[in-house]
């Protein structure tokens, strides 16, 4: 096998022990629910309609421009990788590689998708 | 049965299981996060073929980022986040009948290439992958091109991105 | 091969020999004393994080000018485990609107997000978890399952407090993974791998020295990908009372803020890993692992204190400031500082130390003078638009 078998294990006990302790208070605390006990909390007062709203559209356009950065990031990290025993060839082709999709940030940036409208 | 074929079959089922529930499932968030478990299942296969890079990639862009942007998704379109309508329809069999079709076919193909039943050869010592990968990305000879090409894709993602979400008020 | 040298693999060899003794097979045996391995370092975790309690405590207090727990015990060390019983016998509401399911999972997967983290922490030369050949990206994805754990909070409990922080702090985590996936890159490009353990074994000279604006650059990111002050707008106590642990309570509370205090302190140690050095100390950590292993240990705790000091010195800032602080500034800086640190990586390829290290920190320096001097000039627009144009009143002397 190979050590991801380490990881697994890290997971299995990961899990294992917030499940235990979760459980010891379920065990040892008291159970004595109510429905008011169980409402949902608002301030002191009473819960206006659902909690499960539409929400704030910005938050998705964050999450788009995340999105391509966040696969722009794995592509260089193999260059990153190798990149000291390679030559000034691969550091341009990482510069051209990033300032294309700085373009894109810039872009972003000007049609006033990254304010917080 | 090698231990390594059990995991692979239990992880392959938990796959498998999490697929069905994802488009069984009425609670479209319920759906989302049995996305989640079925692309960590597939993270878990590459991690069996001893692909590090792709299984970590595979946790870090689906589950870190389109997960959490289909989640977003399912929140901010949808106002009543449950589905109360038909999960089938009429063509339910005909659908059925061309999955069934196409494994068919597929299990008979991976059959009769003797490449399923062997077994994969050990990986040489001092094998590195990563290194390997980020040669072929900026060598002229090999995929460079392809490389900064993947940029502009990228970019005309994102830019294609920002106009279709560009709200004009 | 002695006890004092390894440590590790002195006691597995024993098991092992112990467990297959007993007719068990060499594969079974040893994924057994890896499991006894993993669950001991785990427990000591968990009783370090019930430590933890009591150091933050501690400092906060003494940031704020008080004592801070001092009656249960000697320096009020027992207190921590007063907490605990307390959270444990404390009743487990569940809102019954919630989702229970998805509501029960989100403490779970949240401390366990960082408890695996500690599977690429090498604490010493021979005492690590797994040596990953991805370990950085390792830690992005470990992270992404805690950014799940949070969305899960807070969708599942069905309150409007709750959703709206946990959007807040996955929009935060999800940014601030940008800047940090970067500087991600520099101890990689130096070190020429993904690999914790090659990361600290390449520092002869700390990386922090080669890469101080890196170093900084990565600090804020962890910071905010902790959820700490400045950016802990997912709690927000003042508007959204506690954000998506908001209908937690007990010890599925706990387990949010056990996770935080342990995930501050993890990140301590990542920031020590990969630009301090990690366990090396002057060849100090060739003498005994055991030595190696209170140098990581201290290190951290210097990087979680760094973490404790900004958050409670810094204020709350608002979403907006936030994502612009992150979109506008620290982005665009994180990738211009990757391509410079490249393009001097190559072309001071064959300089002397001295010179490498000079040109590189000049390079980081006058990156950050120059990215400061552009942001001050642009906020200063910004106010001036705010304020209206005041004439600008030259002193004549």
Known sequence: ?117 | MTAQQIIFLIVALFTLGSALMVVTTRNLVHAALWLVSTLFGVAVVYALLNANFIAVVQVVVYIGAIAILFIFAVMLTRKDMRDSGPQMNKNWWLGALVAVFVFAGLAFLLQSWNGVSATAAALPSGFDAISLLGDALVSPDAYVLPFEVASVLLLAALVGAVYVAFNKK | MSFWNDPLKVAADWLEGVFMGWGMNSVLSHVLVAFLGVLLLITVLMVLDIFLVWIERKVVARFQDRLGPNRVGPFGLIQPFADIIKLIIKEDTTPGDADKVVYNLAPILSMMSVLILWAVVPLAPVILGTDLNVGVLYLIAAGAIGTLSIIMAGWASNNKFALIGGFRQVAVMVSFEIPMLTMLMIPTIFSGSMNMNAIIQSQNVWFFIISPLGALIFLIAAIAELGRAPFDLAEGESELVSGFNIEYSGMKFGMFYAGELLHAFTFGGFWAILFFGGYRFFGLEQVSPFLAVLIMILKAMVGYWVIMWVKYTMMRIRIDQMLSFNWKFLTPLAFVLLLVTALMNALLAGAPTWLYVLGMFLANVVTGWIALELARSATRQEREKLEGAKPVVEAHH
């Open chain 1, 1 to 117: 096998m190979n050590e991801w078998i380490y990881v697994a294990l890290f997971i299995v006990v990961g899990l294992i022990i917030p499940i235990g302790a979760i459980a010891a208070g379920f065990i040892l605390g008291p159970k004595k629910p109510n429905p008011i006990k169980e409402s949902t909390y608002e301030c002191g007062v009473e819960p206006v309609g659902e909690a499960w709203i539409q929400f704030k559209a910005q938050y998705y356009i964050f999450a788009l421009v995340f999105l391509v950065f966040d696969v722009e990031a794995v592509f260089l990290f193999p260059w990153a990788v190798k990149l000291g025993q390679l030559g000034l060839y691969a550091v341009l082709e990482g510069i051209v590689f990033v300032t294309i999709l700085i373009v894109g940030l810039v872009y972003t940036w000007r049609k006033g998708m990254l304010e917080w409208a």
